[in-house]
């Protein structure tokens, strides 16, 4: 996998198909503009490429969308030296990616992230997947993508509030890794521009947070799982919105419930738990959740990746920068935790 940061970029996306000849370009309706502009270049370089436009969001992240592209791609008769290009948000390169991965046991992906979180998180990393109606994410492969271009003119479009939800996965770089980016965004918050220095190195420094990792655990059976710091209660509160909730905004409520879990359980001081309330705060992202869900929550994060054999386990910070994993915690300790987050 390789990737490119950058501006004015969507012309890489036919230097990274050689040897191909077929395309399915996926996109939802808000990056039609943009999908047709590829389209017409890649057909202007002789490759046959065909549009296909996904539901939106969540959406997109099910069994019957992935059926529609497979039909369009067997009907076109896509080959192993074919492709799939994914052009929008985490929920279209998830989906992407799964298309991609599945088809004929595995084509290329070109991935072509268009909100900030799928540019630092989502299309990088090969982790590929839709929903069922149990939970996020249960269907998936782990499938590399050929090439991520990351165009930051493709922001300019974005709503404000799904550049600050995209922000959570930031934010969470920042806990687990590199606290230069939690002081950067305490200086930024909300009004953060988009055009900034500032800006451009908090998405170098996610991004290169996260291939770093991948590189030495792709399929998540090593320190990769920190990158999941803030999703066990995350994924369980998506589940419980039916999937209307911004990822970002439901990782925020999973990482201030993740740090009071490392409070209780003797590991991060008062004060950088009230940090993470600070930090995404400053964002307009949400703290806390309501309280009479709790038993459809925790039944959700028995279904979590990261459970073993009926045992949760949690990505837990020993101090910031430091995380570490919580085997097995108490049902008391984990409700306590709940506690402190609800509204
Ligand atoms: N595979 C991974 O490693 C990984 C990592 C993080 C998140 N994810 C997944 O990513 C998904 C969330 O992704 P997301 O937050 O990007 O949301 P999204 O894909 O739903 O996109 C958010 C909204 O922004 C619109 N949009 C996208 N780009 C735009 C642009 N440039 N201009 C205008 N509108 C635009 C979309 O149409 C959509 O309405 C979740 O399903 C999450 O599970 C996956
Ligand atoms: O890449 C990873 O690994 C992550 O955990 C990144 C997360 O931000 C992302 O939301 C991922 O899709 C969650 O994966 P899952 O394995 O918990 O479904
Ligand atoms: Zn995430």
Redesign the pocket.
């Known amino acids: 996998m390789s990737s490119v940061i950058g501006r004015g970029l969507l012309s890489e996306v036919s230097k990274s198909l050689d040897g191909v000849k077929k395309v399915l370009i996926l996109h939802p309706q808000s990056l039609s503009t943009t999908a047709i502009a590829v389209q017409e270049e890649l057909r202007s370089k002789g490759f046959e490429a065909l549009v296909a436009e996904v539901p939106n969001s969540e959406d997109a992240k099910r069994i019957e969308v992935a059926s529609f592209c497979w039909q369009i791609m067997g009907q076109a008769d896509f080959h192993r030296n074919d492709a799939v290009i994914g052009i929008g948000g985490g929920s279209t390169t998830d989906l992407a990616g799964f298309v991609a991965a599945t088809w004929l046991r595995g084509v290329r992906s070109v991935l072509v992230p268009t909100t900030l979180l799928g540019m630092v ?2 299309a990088i ?1 090969g ?1 590929t ?1 839709i929903n069922t109606s149990e939970g ?2 249960l269907v998936g492969a782990f499938h590399l993508p050929h090439r991520v271009i990351i165009d930051l003119d493709t922001l300019d479009t974005l709503p404000r509030n799904e550049l600050l939800a995209g922000m959570a ?1 930031v934010v ?1 770089c920042g806990f687990i890794e590199d606290p230069w980016i939690l002081d950067a965004v305490e200086s930024e918050g909300a009004q953060i521009d988009t055009h900034s220095e500032v800006f451009e190195e908090l998405i170098r420094r996610a991004v290169a947070i ?1 291939e770093n990792v991948i590189a030495v655990d792709l399929r ?1 059976t090593g320190n ?1 799982e920190f ?2 710091y803030g ?1 066990t209660l995350g ?1 369980a509160i998506e589940h419980a919105e039916r999937y209307k909730w911004r ?1 970002g905004a439901a990782i925020s409520i999973g990482m201030v419930f993740a740090a009071e879990l490392s409070m209780l359980s003797g590991k991060l001081k008062e004060h950088e738990v009230e940090r993470h309330r600070t930090v995404l705060g400053s964002l307009g992202l949400p703290l806390t959740y309501r309280a009479d869900r709790w038993e459809q929550l925790l039944a959700t994060m028995q279904r979590d ?1 990261k459970a073993r054999s009926g045992s949760l386990r949690f990505v837990v910070l020993d101090a910031i920068g430091k995380p570490t994993m919580l085997n097995a915690p108490t049902p008391e300790l984990v409700f306590t935790a709940f506690q402190a987050i609800v509204e």
């Open positions: 998180d989502a990393g982790k997947g996020k994410n996965e969470k996260k998540d990769r990158l999941n999703h994924h990822h990746k």
